[in-house]
């Protein structure tokens, strides 16, 4: 089977000529995902549809039709296109632009009707507009909503979504500026709120809409050389799965395929990267499901295939899972001519989750799902730095809060452990900060150095998938203003700019008895070194700590404290009884 994407326009919307007949079609899809829905249900979504009619009947959206037919539509993407829905989110999608655009309805008037979980949906989804702002503050505003709304209530985001879905579906109406502008937003912020959710089929509608619609000559054109090829690899596939089906039949391996294209916004992406279309060879990729709930079985499978053909790659997105809940054994292997054919091999539910996300996995009750794993305290947190942003950084504040949400939501994710083997999972490009605050404030904001693997590392050090991490503390020692250089993590950033913001440092209250000084060490860089030396110095008289532990040696420069040069030279000669120290001196 072969699973294709198109463009997806609505042309001509069926709704808007007969309302008896869209409230009909709009109950019959309902009643026909949910045949148990009680008539009461029944009751109170024809209410919501004829409560959107009635305040939205007087208005006409650009394609011509009556506004209320375009909340309709998105109800019945809900329904239908999603893996998810219920009857509060899909009266929250009729009424969805009501408390926006409507200057007679209001939360209080929602809630009335329809109960206070229906009207936080709709408060959820509505835009954020303040009269004396501009767009961009404005446009701040509602990411942070948005955000709030990816913690507290995922049907927010879904029917966000599906309204996007729509409107993208819908966007040739309008003006080519208007149109850009909206496809530009899509592809950098819808886009990425399908993909954590593992809405696959959402994300590449709107990826290819919105690479329509910015650059309407490069997608025709990736179009239709792709089309010419497709002939030509679709007759290759079935030889080449061919070969697999015979492996995995003599091995009894229960199994189908699925057949999936590389969509024109992923191969354009590849082209991006500096390779033309007469480079790329792998355009397919071959799904193997396996007809098992083992995962012990996808393993089982890529060693019979990798014994059969010659394996080049090879990807474990079952033991690392996506940040998308994504598993599949991916490989690339040579098929019987020599080109290379992507293999995505994975369980009966892993393929589930594949096609449908997060729905798959959870049940979700009442709609209440934690989609990112953050804290309510650290959630407050994020949300109160937000605003402080948009107070004091203005229209710079929407870059800022996009770059920290697509950083700590949207990124993929950093699997770090400790010396217990405990983990913990931080943004790509965390450094050892990064982790020390992941730990706490507290130890983030007198970290001086750590370890990463065994080897002494610096506080900007950027952390790889799978490290083992100990972090090096002193409480004398604070934040330093070029430290937001060296975070990308939301509990760093907000812990750094809390301490600045706050202007209260801890101050030792023996520090005007106390001389200060730096000490370069240098030694061999052994198992301990360093738990030695801040053992022979005290972590109470460290200040900062500065290693280069790259090579055989040890060498660091060491800010601490004493009352006197007795107890400096003290200090020295403890620091000369370590194994391995070669010289001390004082810089």
């Known amino acids: 089977m072969e699973i294709l994407f198109e463009l997806e326009y609505e042309e001509d919307s069926p709704f808007g000529d007969d309302l008896e007949k869209d409230k009909e079609f709009l109950l019959s899809v309902y009643s026909k995902k949910y045949p148990f829905a009680s008539q009461d249900d029944m009751m109170i979504l024809s209410n919501a549809f004829e409560f959107c009619h009635h305040h939205h009947k007087d208005v006409i959206r650009k394609s011509g039709k009556s506004y209320y037919t375009h909340p309709l539509r998105v109800a019945i993407i809900l329904i239908e296109e999603?893996?998810?829905?219920?009857?509060?989110?899909?009266?929250?999608?009729?009424?969805?632009?009501t408390i926006e655009d409507v200057e007679t309805v209001d939360y209080e008037l929602v809630s009335k009707k329809f109960g206070e979980d229906v009207a936080s949906i709709v408060d959820g989804v509505t835009k954020i507009s303040f009269d004396d702002s501009s767009k961009q503050i404005n446009k701040a505003h509602t990411y942070r909503k948005i955000f709030m709304s990816l913690i507290k209530d995922i049907r927010v985001i879904l029917i966000k979504l599906a309204d996007r879905l729509h409107n993208m579906r819908t966007l040739h109406y309008l003006k080519p500026k208007k149109q850009k502008l909206i496809a530009d937003e899509t592809?950098?912020?819808?886009?990425?709120?399908?993909?954590?959710?593992?809405l696959s089929k959402v994300k590449m509608e709107l990826e290819n809409l919105s690479f329509y619609f910015i650059d309407q000559s490069t997608y025709e054109a990736i179009k239709d050389a792709l089309a010419k090829k497709q002939m030509e690899f679709l007759s290759y596939i079935k030889i080449f799965t061919d070969h697999i089906h015979e492996s995995l039949e003599a091995n009894e391996v229960d199994h189908t395929f699925s057949v999936i294209h590389k969509q024109v916004y992923e191969i354009y992406k590849i082209m991006q990267e500096g390779k033309?279309?007469?480079?790329?060879?792998?355009?397919?990729?071959?799904?193997i499901i396996l007809e098992s709930v083992d995962a012990k079985d996808c393993y089982t499978a890529h060693g019979i295939l990798a014994n059969a053909f010659n394996s080049i790659n090879f990807i474990d997105y079952i033991s690392n899972p996506r940040i998308d809940w994504y598993k599949s054994l991916y490989s690339e292997i040579y098929g019987p001519d020599g080109r290379k054919v992507e293999i995505l091999i994975r369980t009966s539910e892993m393929e589930k989750i594949a096609e449908e996300g997060f729905a798959s996995v959870y049940k979700l009750g009442e709609g209440r799902i934690r989609t990112i794993n953050i804290s309510e305290e650290q959630s407050g947190q994020w949300a109160t730095w937000m605003e402080e942003m948009?107070?004091?950084?203005?229209?710079?504040?929407?870059?800022?809060?996009?770059?920290?949400?697509?950083?700590?939501?949207?990124?993929?994710?950093?699997t770090i452990y400790d010396k217990e083997g405990n983990l913990r999972n931080l943004p790509q490009g965390s450094s050892l900060l990064d982790y020390a605050f992941a730990i706490s404030n507290e130890t983030g904001i007198h970290c001086i150095s750590g370890k990463v693997n065994g080897a002494v590392r610096d506080i900007a050090h950027r952390l790889q998938n799978g490290d083992q991490v100990e972090i090096i503390k002193s409480p004398h020692s604070y934040p330093k203003p070029d430290w937001h250089k060296f975070v990308v993590s939301n509990p760093a950033v907000i812990g750094i700019y809390n301490y600045f913001k706050s202007q209260i440092v801890s101050v030792d209250l023996h520090a005007s008895n106390e001389n200060e000084y730096k000490l370069r060490i240098l030694g061999e860089d052994r198992e301990e070194m360093l738990r030695h030396i801040t053992e022979a110095i005290g972590q109470t008289n460290m200040r900062s700590i500065n290693i280069d532990s790259t090579g055989k040696m040890f060498d660091g420069i060491i800010s601490l404290s004493t009352k006197n040069k007795d107890e400096l030279n003290l200090l020295f000669a403890e620091l000369f009884k370590i194994d391995g120290i070669r010289w001390v001196s004082i810089i």
């Open 82 to 97: 999603f893996p998810y829905s219920d009857l509060q989110s899909v009266c929250a999608c009729l009424l969805h632009d």
């Open 187 to 198: 592809i950098n912020f819808y886009t990425p709120l399908a993909h954590k959710l593992g």
């Open 276 to 287: 033309s279309l007469s480079d790329i060879s792998n355009f397919y990729s071959i799904v």
């Open 390 to 414: 948009i107070e004091s950084r203005g229209e710079e504040a929407i870059q800022i809060i996009w770059n920290s949400i697509k950083v700590n939501v949207f990124d993929s994710e950093l």
